[in-house]
DNA sequence: TCGACACTCGCACATTGTGCGATAAATCGA
DNA sequence: TCGATTTATCGCACAATGTGCGAGTGTCGA
């Protein structure tokens, strides 16, 4: 008996498209249906019936475009990288558009909080996360690093993108679930924390400090604290060589 | 009529622990067993019926203990970041404890690869993760920083590690599920990328140098240059002062 | 005109989280 | 010691989910 040809990797980009001549439904259509039902109202309201009525089409006409649901994420998340504003090292240094990719990721992050999730399941390997990655690669070229290094610089960068906004994110949908405003919660938190004070005495101590402060513009600082912190290290790994 | 009572947060944390006197089922029982189920198949195999059965019990029984399946998802997620060998700024230097602290929550999620998706979706703010967080800050007080800085170099700090983790641990099951070994995954990813080379002209000539060495050991590599990159950030904010 | 193909859709199935109410067992007040 | 309350377990049922299957409709090339 023959072995199947195998797929390299489970997902839409090594699947080929389906050919098309004239179909009254199409995978640009779904996907921004899609991403209109997860803005909307998040990611426990997408199903594929409901995605179907609200494209007019049978629940069971996607699957003739896509494979199944989790493709349908797949595409789905690479269309959040590529709102990402693009970014040149070359008008600008290569600090600057090291800023403006973390900032431009971050943004197109929060404006689909959902996607936090699914980074979490799928590795982002389509065009535009591609084209994203490249772009980075290009910057840190442009600053000098090569080989490794280059590599390095770029991931590093991602992950630390990655890190800070996504539970940033997950903060903020619980935040909006509990139906309450964010500084309420923070003193209800700082009251927990204080009340275990000795488990956790530093953190306790930070709490109370921060509990009248906005929380948002705190983040924000925090972000660039981070950032020029990471970028600073790339630049004395640069110049020390 | 009378308002209810507000929830700070709608979390396990939150809610008050159903009193006890006699169960045949425990929340850290049901917990174990849940994480074993996870560990052994994943997310997806995790149903409220499976538990049960697990246990020896009614699926319904395990809801005496626990709110709903989310909650008990929280209770797992903290249990995680348990697993965190200590980490003590005061025999070691705060680079080391950072460095500590650095490779055993990565070590954790590793061996969990399922909280991936949890940390996406809900804030870590059990008991186990606060434990975690405080001791990072009095790795960094003890560095030398204080008020603002103190917090912003934890939660960088942690940050560097979600971001550089997680999205290992997406690729690490995409590459499980498609039953291929890593090593022919690349290749097969470096094809791609090198037929679209115009579109990722740097992406590609990267992919191409290092398709024939061992991923893990590169990302470990990697992990390591961006600590110990932002660690000499950090290092450099502490003189400068 | 005919078959091949592109596409749509209704039906059906297994599986899911969980509310409800019936139980039993333990505990407590009298 | 006896009833009443609380603690805990469980079966049943419901609505919702992803998706396989096969029957339908349209279009195009030969």
Redesign the interface.
Same mark, same amino acid.
């Given at each position: 008996m023959l072995r199947d040809v195998?797929?390299?990797?489970?997902?839409v980009?090594?699947r080929e498209k389906r050919p098309s001549k004239s179909p009254t439904l199409s995978r640009a259509q779904i996907v921004r249906a899609a991403m209109e039902i997860l803005d909307a109202e998040g990611m426990e309201a997408l199903s594929m019936r409901r995605l179907g009525t609200k494209l007019g089409a049978g629940a069971t006409s996607i699957y003739w475009h896509v494979a199944n649901k989790d493709d349908l994420l797949e595409l789905v998340l690479d269309e959040v990288f590529s709102e990402v504003p693009p970014f040149d090292p070359e008008t600008s240094g290569w600090r600057d558009a090291a800023s403006a990719f973390a900032y431009g990721v971050r943004q197109a992050l929060f404006a689909h909080p959902w996607s #936090?999730?699914?980074?979490?399941?799928?590795?982002?390997?389509g065009?535009n996360a591609?084209?994203l990655?490249?772009g980075l690669?290009?910057t840190f070229?442009k600053a000098g690093f090569t080989?490794?290094?280059?590599?390095? #610089?770029a991931?590093?960068m991602?992950?630390?993108?990655?890190?800070?906004t996504?539970?940033e994110?997950?903060?903020r949908?619980?935040?909006r679930?509990?139906g309450?405003n964010e500084q309420?919660?923070v003193k209800?938190?700082t009251d927990?924390?204080t009340r #275990?004070a000795n488990?956790?005495?530093?953190?306790a101590a930070?709490y109370s400090?921060?509990a009248d402060l906005d929380q948002q513009a705190l983040r924000a600082?925090?972000f660039d604290?981070?950032l020029?912190?990471?970028?600073?290290?790339?630049e #004395?790994?640069l110049k020390q060589r």
């Open positions: 195998e797929q390299p990797l489970s997902s980009w090594t #936090a999730v699914l980074i979490g399941t799928m590795p982002s390997i065009p591609m084209r990655s490249d690669m290009r070229a080989g490794m290094g280059l590599d390095h #610089a991931s590093t991602m992950a630390y993108v990655l890190g800070t996504l539970p994110i997950a903060w949908s619980a935040t679930r509990s309450l309420d919660l209800a938190m927990i924390v #275990a488990d956790y005495p530093e953190l930070r400090e921060y600082v925090n604290f981070g020029t912190c990471f970028l600073d290290g790339l #004395a790994r």
